[in-house]
């Protein structure tokens, strides 16, 4: 992939999950004991076989709890390739962002 096709920013959150989605970003991970996990081919797998591609952030511009990050994840060894959601500020998960930071981040 070009590291080009991964812009500084789709638009808004949905926005920018149907541009990756049209990039192959097809799976929605999920936090589940310290693993991600994609419900919808129902595995569980471990950070160390995931890297972070890109974080894209978005700020509420008048309500605070609309902050969220956006990461879009790879995975060679399984060849699949999603998205995960944090919040942050008010809608931070402390479980998501310590698997976060157990991802390899794509240079």
């Known amino acids: 992939m070009n590291e080009d096709q991964l812009k500084e ?6 926005e920018t999950i149907n541009g990756l989605l049209k990039l192959g970003y097809s799976h929605d991970f999920n936090i589940q004991d310290e693993c991600l996990v994609c419900n919808q081919h129902n595995i569980t797998l471990s950070p160390e076989d995931f890297k972070i591609d890109k974080v894209y952030r978005f700020e509420g511009i008048s309500d605070p709890e609309d902050e969220s990050i956006l ?4 995975s060679e060894k399984f060849n699949i390739k999603g998205t995960l959601v944090n919040g942050y500020g008010i809608s931070y998960d402390e479980n998501t962002a310590k698997l976060v930071a157990k991802l390899q981040t794509n240079k």
């Open 9 to 14: 920013s789709f638009g808004t959150l949905s």
């Open 71 to 74: 990461y879009a994840i790879s």
